[in-house]
């Protein structure tokens, strides 16, 4: 039922898409902004929206007449746009000005930080290649990965530094677009073959 190799690649995939080392300074700024990030409150609404979207995702889709490879598509470019934006240093996904600051550890933390449009599209189009389980897994080793950045944005403020927040922003930027190029190729192959 578990496959490590599966779960390592979930688990590698989502951690690109989540970004948290990339999110550090933004997280950063709004700590100083609003005082105090609450780590467990948001890290248990993000995991929600990813678990509820892993379970009923599809039939939320089926609802609007969507197969998963025509989402597993817009995904895909979803992905590779969140790569360019990290690759370029770029903003193509802006947080809204207007989320009050006294419910900062969910919004914009929780979501869309971690939990986002790109996390819960690559969620779903995830279970094109992997299982429920496996997926379910990854999850759950990200959020504990979220969880303890979140703890200590002090400590890698100052040992990474703005140099080496930007590199692991670009590295995992590459590994996104890659990701994408791959989903977007099996997405097809699957839609021909149904088609034929």
Known sequence: MFDLKQIFSVTL??????????????IINLRKKVGHIQSGKATLAAGFLMLL???VGKSILSLFGIGVEDFAI???LIIFALGVEMILGIELFKPDPEASTTSASIVPIAFPLIAGAGTL????TLKAEFTQANIGVGIIINLAIVYAVLKSTNWLERKLGKTGLDVLRRIFGIILLSIAVKIFKTALMSGE????
């Open 193 to 196: 073959m149904v088609a034929v």
């Open 74 to 76: 817009a995904g895909a």
């Open 53 to 55: 979207f892993l379970f």
């Open 13 to 26: 995939i989502l951690f690109s898409v989540i970004d948290i080392l990339g999110s550090v300074p933004i």
């Open 121 to 124: 599209t690559t969620i779903l």
